[in-house]
T-cell receptor
């Protein structure tokens, strides 16, 4: 199993541009998550999904959109890139979390908005 | 939602010494507490976790303790090695409460440096 795969690994955008960060998992996990990590801070939840067709906002959803058309894929869309969105973005997945289950992370996408 | 505080933010130890990282949480309903290690340029990797019905768990040089009454949990690394150098995150999870289902709340991380 490849686990959680994120593409691209690095990207530089100009202010106002849009892009989609890709995330795919091959573990048949029903839960998927998007986090952003700013320097010296923990991970902040942007959006999450409990299954195909179901998404919900996390702590910092403004400026982002998601979709979940399949179990495997959970893309994150930035419509109008702003400098405040410069960050490292991590996708994660887990099984049903009743009683708590670990989340498995990808290696991140490092995004700079200039 | 849950609030997780983590201390210290940086920790330097000599190789062979022990390292302790502490976290507190605010919601007494939290029942799952994982610890993640993040190496430079990589995503967080689970290293150990503990559930609320257990007070202590050990895996080789790594141990985690949980005090539900005080709402704090700690990571203990013994006989530290240079390859233990990384950022460590604690997290807490609350059971099914509708919109909070499945969410982990993370501390801000501890940069551990082990000097040879």
């Amino acid at each position: 199993n490849a686990g959680v795969t994120q593409t691209p690994k690095f990207r530089i955008l100009k202010i106002g541009q849009s892009m989609t960060l890709q995330c795919a998992q091959d573990m048949n996990h029903n839960y998927m998550y998007w986090y952003r990590q700013d320097p010296g801070m923990g991970l902040k939840l942007i959006y999450y999904s409990v299954g195909a067709g179901i998404t919900d906002k996390g702590e910092v959803p403004n400026g982002y959109n998601v979709s979940r058309s399949t179990t495997e894929d959970f893309p994150l869309r930035l419509e109008l890139a702003a400098p405040s969105q410069t960050s490292v973005y991590f996708c994660a997945s887990s099984l049903l979390v009743q009683g708590g289950q670990p989340q498995h992370f990808g290696d991140g996408t490092r995004l700079s908005i200039l | 939602g849950e609030n997780v505080e983590q201390h210290p933010s940086t920790l330097s130890v000599q190789e062979g010494d022990s390292a302790v990282i502490k976290c507190t949480y605010s919601d007494s309903a939290s029942n799952y507490f994982p610890w993640y290690k993040q190496e430079l340029g990589k995503g967080p990797q689970l290293i150990i976790d503990i559930r609320s019905n257990v007070g202590e768990k050990k895996d080789q040089r790594i141990a985690v303790t949980l005090n539900k009454t005080a709402k704090h949990f700690s990571l203990h690394i013994t006989e530290t090695q240079p390859e233990d150098s990384a950022v460590y995150f604690c997290a807490a999870s609350i059971p099914d409460r509708g919109s909070t289902l499945g969410r982990l709340y993370f501390g801000r991380g501890t940069q551990l440096t082990v000097w040879p």
